[in-house]
């Protein structure tokens, strides 16, 4: 990717909508998606696919254990992508991605329903 190349990814979200489609990749998350061997298909089903949680204003979009079995009813094959988390910025900016197969380690617990001790 040299100063003047930029990769662009047009995304359609199959049941949810997005930042008008566009993602542009930083080069933070190029040296990133190089240098841990994550292919452009890794981002753009992470993108497509993905469960969308925000945190301050970057949006993250997950590819966990029930996106991918959501994924295998369609038809799907995302088994590789398990775990993969793509960063945005606001602006639709892919900061970085990483993987990580604890999803619920990254995000606090939900509050619990049942009622305390008395």
């Known amino acids: 990717m040299t100063s003047t190349e930029a990769i662009t990814f047009t995304i359609a979200r199959p049941y949810r909508a997005s930042r ?3 993602y542009t990749l930083s080069r933070a998350a190029w040296k990133a998606m ?6 452009q298909e890794d981002i753009e089903n992470g993108l497509t696919y993905g469960r969308v949680l925000y945190s301050g204003k ?5 590819i966990g254990r029930r996106e991918v079995a959501r994924a295998r009813k369609r038809g799907i094959d995302l088994r590789r ?19 990580n197969h604890h999803v619920r380690k990254d995000w606090p617990p ?6 305390p001790w008395r």
């Open 81 to 99: 992508q398990e775990g993969v988390h793509v960063v945005c910025s606001p602006e639709g900016t892919i900061l970085t991605i990483y993987r």
């Open 58 to 62: 970057a949006c993250f979009f997950i």
């Open 110 to 115: 939900r509050a619990s329903r049942r009622r």
């Open 20 to 22: 008008g489609g566009y």
């Open 34 to 39: 190089t240098s841990h061997g994550f292919k």
